[in-house]
Structure formats: structure tokens, C-alpha cells
């Protein structure tokens, strides 16, 4: 017999990046510090709301009892990639790698992109993932190389002007 399951713990199975840089780490060190002082607060409000009786019929217990699962998986799924992470190191290396920050030039005009993992991409402010078709092309290569990358069905010739 298959037990039920809610929709909220069905997971959506994922391959996880776990390429972060050193801020980001710090980041979700801090993040997590903070779930663990809320924790306590929000178990005891479950309590305090369990004790009111009929759970069926109490909507503000079953609400905090969700908030609560929420603040779990959160923690968990922290906890995980902090377990787990992968520090981007920068190695001084003259080909692109994570971490690096490349000047390229396409089509006449000059672009500079930072290649990090998936979990802190910001394509407005210049940041690409390493699996994105542009940032995944770029690996390995040295500056004066020019590299052609498939976007949206057509392919453009993008020249590495410098890694920094």
C-alpha cells in the first residue's frame, strides 16, 4: 500500500550546483544562523496553539504547523549545500575557469561577464552560470580565442578579448 503524500513534500528532483563563491557562503552561514533563532519561536507558537484543541477546525494551528514544515525544508535544504558546497577559488590560471571575469566582443559590441554556479547567476549585473550556453562555451578557452556559441538557434562568434 502506497502512503499519501502531500503536495508540498513531492519534490521536484533537481540536479543541484553546488558552486558558490565565499560571500555567498558567508551568506547562507548567516541565513542559516537566523532560521535557527526563529525555530524555536515558531515550534513554541505551535504548541501554544495545539493546546487549543480540535485540530481539524483550527486554522491558525494548521497555518503555523506549515510555516513551521517551511522553516524545516528551508533549513534542511541549507544545510545540505552548506554541507556540501564547493568554494570557487580563484587559481590565476590563463584560461577561463569559475570565478573569472571575461571580456568578450561580439557582433562590434565589448561585454564583460563573471562565470559562477548556478545559485548566484544575475545576467543584469554581468554574472552567467558555467552551465548557461555562453558560460559553459567560455571554459577552458585563453584570451584572442574566438569561440562560437548557439543562442536562440543561431550560432555568434564571441572573441576573448581578457580574463581577469
Excluded: C, W
Amino acid at each position: 500500500m502506497r502512503l499519501a503524500t502531500r503536495k508540498s513534500e513531492k519534490q521536484n528532483i533537481q540536479p543541484v550546483d553546488l558552486h558558490i563563491t565565499q560571500d555567498k557562503f558567508d551568506e547562507l552561514t548567516t541565513k542559516m544562523e537566523h532560521m535557527k533563532k526563529a525555530r524555536p519561536k515558531l515550534a513554541e507558537e505551535v504548541k501554544r496553539l495545539a493546546e487549543m484543541g480540535d485540530f481539524s477546525e483550527n486554522a491558525a494551528y494548521q497555518i503555523a504547523k506549515g510555516r513551521l514544515r517551511g522553516l524545516n525544508r528551508r533549513m534542511d535544504e541549507t544545510q545540505y549545500f552548506l554541507n556540501h558546497a564547493i568554494i570557487i577559488k580563484h587559481s590565476g590560471s590563463d584560461r577561463v575557469e569559475l570565478g573569472h571575469i571575461v571580456t568578450v566582443e561580439a557582433n562590434g559590441r565589448t561585454k564583460t561577464y563573471q562565470i559562477l554556479g548556478s545559485s548566484e547567476t544575475n545576467p543584469d549585473r554581468g554574472i552567467i552560470s558555467h552551465n548557461s550556453p555562453l558560460g559553459a562555451a567560455l571554459l577552458g578557452r585563453q584570451a584572442g580565442e574566438r569561440v562560437p556559441v548557439v543562442l536562440q538557434n543561431k550560432t555568434v562568434a564571441y572573441t576573448i578579448l581578457n580574463i581577469a
